[in-house]
C-alpha cells in the first residue's frame, strides 16, 4: 500500500534511532511507502538545567509531538512509552507497540574506578542520576551512598561521568544498548534492587484517532504482550496519580495467558518502600494494575505519596 507518511521525532540521538527503526520496519512491510522524518523540539529538550522533578512531569517530551499530530503537520509520533503520560489528549490515540527491549537498569561504574558492581563500592560512594525512582531505590538498597543529580542525552551523561569522579551511573539497559554502549555496562541492577519505570524499554506510536491509513500500517508493528504488559504497568500509575515526581517502579510479564505485575513506590530518601506483586489473566491487566496500586496504597504508600507530593508542591 504506497503512502506519504510523516513521523515525529525529538532530536536526541536515541530518539533517532528510535524513529529510525519504526521506519526501517515500516519500509520493510511496505516498500512503496515514502517517509518523511521531522524533528521537534520538547520542553524536556529545552530545559536542561534543572531536574526533571522540578519542571513539571505531563507530557514533558511529548506535548509539541501530539500538538503537531492534531495540527495535521505530522501523521504519527514515535515515543520512548515511559515519556508519554497516562492521558492521551482527546483526538489522540497509541496505534501502536513495539516488541519491549530488555527493561533491566544498569550501572555503568566510572572507568577508573576499581569497583564495578553496585554493593560493592566504597561507603559515601557518588552515583549519578536523574531519575527519582532509581535514586529511591538506590537509597534504599545503600543508605550510605550520595546521589547527584544529572540531565542530558545518553552520550552527554556518560561523557560527564567519564570526566568526574563520581563512582558510577544508572541508566536505562534498552538505551544503552540501542546507542552500541553496551560494553560500558559493568552491572545489570536486579529487579530485587530496582524495578523499572512504567513503559521502560518499549516504544509507543502514537497517531490521530481515526486515520484508517495509518492505523492499518501500524497494525503490522503492534506487539500484543508488550501492549498488555504496559497496559497493566500504565494502570497502575495512573490510579496512583504518578509521574516524574513520584518515585514509582512497576514491571509486567506475560507468560502463557497469565500477566504478573510488580511495583513499588518509595520515599524520596528511600527509608521507606512499599513492594507488592498482582497476577491474573492478561485479558484483565487494567483491573491488574488498579488492584495492585489499591494494594499498595493501603500498605502505606498513600502516606509515602501524600508525603512526597505536599513536599514537592511547596
Same mark, same amino acid.
Given at each position: 500500500?504506497?503512502?506519504?507518511?510523516?513521523?515525529?521525532?525529538?532530536?536526541s540521538?536515541?530518539?533517532?534511532?528510535?524513529?529510525?527503526?519504526?521506519?526501517?520496519?515500516?519500509?520493510?512491510?511496505?516498500?512503496?511507502?515514502?517517509?518523511?522524518?521531522?524533528?521537534?523540539?520538547?520542553?524536556?529538550?529545552?530545559?536542561?538545567?534543572?531536574?526533571?522533578?522540578?519542571?513539571?512531569?505531563?507530557?514533558?517530551?511529548?506535548?509539541?509531538? /501530539?500538538?503537531?499530530?492534531? +495540527?495535521? !503537520?505530522?501523521?504519527?509520533?514515535?515515543?520512548?512509552?515511559?515519556?508519554? *503520560? =497516562? #492521558?492521551?489528549?482527546?483526538?489522540?490515540?497509541?496505534?501502536?507497540?513495539?516488541?519491549?527491549?530488555?527493561?533491566?537498569?544498569?550501572?555503568?561504574?566510572?572507568?577508573?574506578?576499581?569497583?564495578?558492581?553496585?554493593?560493592?563500592?566504597?561507603?559515601?560512594?557518588?552515583?549519578?542520576?536523574?531519575?527519582?525512582?532509581?535514586?529511591?531505590?538506590?537509597?534504599?538498597?545503600?543508605?550510605?551512598?550520595q546521589?547527584?543529580?544529572i540531565?542530558?542525552?545518553?552520550?552527554?551523561?556518560?561523557k560527564?561521568?567519564?570526566?568526574?569522579?563520581w563512582?558510577?551511573?544508572i541508566?536505562?539497559?534498552?538505551?544503552?544498548?540501542?546507542?552500541?554502549?553496551?560494553?560500558?555496562?559493568?552491572?545489570?541492577?536486579?529487579?530485587?534492587?530496582?524495578?523499572?519505570?512504567?513503559?521502560?524499554?518499549?516504544?509507543?506510536? /502514537?497517531?490521530?484517532?481515526? +486515520?484508517? !491509513?495509518?492505523?492499518?500500517?501500524?497494525?503490522?508493528l503492534?506487539?500484543? *504482550? =508488550? #501492549?498488555?504488559?504496559?497496559?497493566?504497568?500504565r494502570?497502575?500509575?495512573?490510579?496512583?496519580?504518578?509521574?516524574?515526581?513520584?518515585?514509582?517502579?512497576?514491571?509486567?510479564?506475560?507468560?502463557?495467558?497469565?500477566?504478573?505485575?510488580?511495583?513499588?513506590?518509595?520515599?524520596?530518601?528511600?527509608?521507606?518502600i512499599?513492594?507488592?506483586?498482582?497476577?491474573?489473566?492478561?485479558?484483565?491487566?487494567?483491573?491488574?494494575?488498579?488492584?495492585?496500586?489499591?494494594?499498595?496504597?493501603?500498605?502505606?504508600?498513600?502516606?509515602?505519596?501524600?508525603?512526597?507530593?505536599?513536599?514537592?508542591?511547596?
Amino acid at each position: 500500500m504506497p503512502s506519504n507518511i510523516r513521523i515525529g521525532t525529538r532530536g536526541s540521538e536515541l530518539a533517532l534511532w528510535q524513529t529510525h527503526h519504526v521506519k526501517t520496519l515500516l519500509e520493510g512491510r511496505f516498500p512503496d511507502i515514502i517517509i518523511d522524518v521531522q524533528t521537534i523540539k520538547t520542553t524536556g529538550d529545552k530545559i536542561l538545567d534543572a531536574p526533571l522533578a522540578k519542571i513539571g512531569d505531563k507530557g514533558l517530551f511529548t506535548k509539541e509531538l /501530539e500538538v503537531a499530530l492534531l +495540527d495535521e !503537520r505530522i501523521d504519527l509520533a514515535v515515543h520512548s512509552f515511559k515519556d508519554v *503520560p =497516562t #492521558a492521551i489528549p482527546e483526538g489522540l490515540a497509541i496505534a501502536a507497540v513495539l516488541e519491549r527491549e530488555d527493561v533491566h537498569d544498569v550501572f555503568i561504574g566510572h572507568p577508573k574506578s576499581p569497583n564495578q558492581l553496585f554493593m560493592t563500592l566504597p561507603h559515601h560512594a557518588v552515583i549519578a542520576t536523574g531519575s527519582l525512582r532509581r535514586k529511591c531505590q538506590a537509597l534504599n538498597a545503600r543508605q550510605d551512598i550520595q546521589i547527584v543529580d544529572i540531565r542530558g542525552n545518553l552520550n552527554t551523561r556518560i561523557k560527564k561521568l567519564d570526566e568526574s569522579n563520581w563512582d558510577g551511573i544508572i541508566l536505562a539497559k534498552a538505551g544503552v544498548t540501542r546507542l552500541g554502549w553496551a560494553q560500558r555496562i559493568t552491572e545489570i541492577l536486579p529487579f530485587e534492587i530496582m524495578l523499572p519505570a512504567v513503559g521502560q524499554g518499549a516504544l509507543a506510536i /502514537e497517531m490521530r484517532s481515526g +486515520d484508517k !491509513r495509518v492505523e492499518e500500517l501500524l497494525r503490522t508493528l503492534h506487539h500484543l *504482550p =508488550t #501492549a498488555l504488559t504496559v497496559t497493566a504497568e500504565r494502570s497502575l500509575l495512573r490510579h496512583l496519580e504518578g509521574g516524574c515526581q513520584i518515585p514509582i517502579g512497576a514491571y509486567g510479564q506475560v507468560q502463557g495467558n497469565e500477566l504478573r505485575l510488580d511495583a513499588v513506590i518509595g520515599s524520596l530518601d528511600g527509608k521507606r518502600i512499599v513492594k507488592g506483586s498482582r497476577s491474573g489473566n492478561f485479558a484483565d491487566a487494567e483491573r491488574i494494575g488498579i488492584e495492585l496500586a489499591e494494594e499498595l496504597l493501603k500498605r502505606g504508600g498513600k502516606e509515602i505519596l501524600d508525603e512526597i507530593r505536599n513536599i514537592t508542591s511547596s
